[in-house]
Structures are given as structure tokens and as C-alpha cells.
């Protein structure tokens, strides 16, 4: 297990910090939210590949300082909405319910969940000497729980949820797809994380990267962070067997298997120099005469 986890190749790059300008007015959140939720565009960040990757090749966003396990944030949300079997808000979705509290506006899906729906965008361009040689072709297609697709969510249209004639109120993105469950960009945000600092997967890339691609990043800037302190990255790995670049499990077993080791190698050593004498079985009850 360890040393499939150390052959997945990793790269990333944070980008939050990167895509202002230092001489913008102001905190960053606020110069984002006066501009009516427009996106901050223009920016890119650079991955250096210095292993070859083979495909396929995930691509995956970060979050730091973002609580999707706070008590308020999970509760709001309508599985039973989500899964077609009502329709509207069912009082379980507050504060996000009706666009602007308008009740002739109901929201489907509701909730603080679905609507902040992550809504950054990633264009990757392979780059040679500063020349853009290839866009290259990110998948969302297989990229969410067979499990979430065809049994947690259903095929239920999304209404009055982030579109572009209500702006104001926007929280997100918007659902792409007709229906919810065909939308797997939005399924893996709703799968909610345990920690504050989470990855979750955008899309995959079918082809080989060589070793040595240069790879721009080019970023829409819109999901606001700025707020919370948190902070955004972009990267790519690729994939074993256990999953992706994560050392705790190994480590982990590693670790209880090497105590385990040791306290059994104690208790043999400590049995051979002090054995125990063995019971003498005539003295049991039902082996006594008479």
C-alpha cells in the first residue's frame, strides 16, 4: 500500500492568492461581492510536470478553511426534494428556500449546500517555450458515485437556482446539465467533507502528460473565499489502486502493525523466561473420584 501511494504523481498550485492585483481597493471579498458576484477573470497559474503522468489524469480543486461539516450548512438541504419525491421547499432548506424570500420563487435544488455550489473554471493549456501548443480535453463525465447518480439524486429540473436573470441573489453555479443528477460537478460538491480542508474531483484528463510539459492553468476566478480566509489551489494527479497521493492510511497501518509486532515479540520473550505452569487437570470437579 505504501509504495502504491507514493507512485501516484502529484502537482499543484494555490491560485487565490494570485488572481488580484495588489493594488486592488480594499479586501479582496468585498471588491468581489460590490461587482454583483461578477467573476474576477484573467488569471492563471503555471503546473510543471516533472514525472510523466499517466492517463487518466484527475483534476481536482482544494479548499482550505471551508466548513462543509458545519451543523447549519449540512442540515440545509431536502434529500427527499433531491430526490424527487417532493417538490419545493419543505421548510428544511432555511435560509435558502425562495429567491429573495419570494415565495412565487421557490428554489429547486434548496439549500445552503446546493446553493454554493462551487463555480471556479479551469481551461489547461500545454505550453512549450511560451507558446500554447494544444488545449487539452477535460472530461466531467464518470467523475461521480455511480451510487449518487442513480439512487441519492434523480432527475429532477432545477428551478429559479443561480441562473443569470437573478444575479443578486446569486449564490454559485448553476446546474449545467437538465437534470440534477446528471450534473457530476455538482454531485461531488454535495457529497459533503468531513474536514475543513477538502479536495474534490472537476474532471479527468484521458491522455498521457510527458514528463517536462509546462501546463497554464487558466482560471475564471468566481467562487468567494475571500471572505473566510480560505484559500483555493488547482491540481492533478493521477491514480493508484488505494486512490490518490495519501500517506495516512499506510502510514497508519504501518504504524499499528509495527506495535502490534513488537508487543507480540514482548510477550513471547516474557512467556519463554518466565513460562507459566499449566494447570493439573485431576484437581478439576469432574475428574476427582469419588
Known sequence: ???????????????????????????????????????QKDCSVTLQIEKEMKAPVHVYYQLENFYQNHRRYVRSRSDSQLQGLVTGPQGECDPIEYVGGNRSLPITPCGLTAWSNFNDTYELESVVNGSILATMDVSDEGIAWKADMERAFDDVEPQNFNTEELMPYRGGAPIRTQYINQDERFLNWMRLST??????????????????TEIRVNITNCYNTYRINGKKYISLSTASWVGGKNMFLPITYLSIGSICGAAWVIFLVTYLRNPRKLGDSRVLSWNRKG
Open 1 to 39: 500500500m505504501l509504495v502504491a501511494a507514493r507512485s501516484v504523481t502529484e502537482v499543484s498550485a494555490r491560485y487565490d492568492d494570485v488572481c488580484f492585483d495588489t493594488d486592488t481597493q480594499g479586501p479582496w471579498y468585498q471588491y468581489m461581492e460590490e461587482r454583483d458576484w461578477e467573476c
Open 195 to 212: 474536514f475543513p480542508t477538502f479536495k474534490k474531483l472537476w474532471g479527468r484528463i484521458e491522455t498521457d502528460i510527458a514528463a517536462g
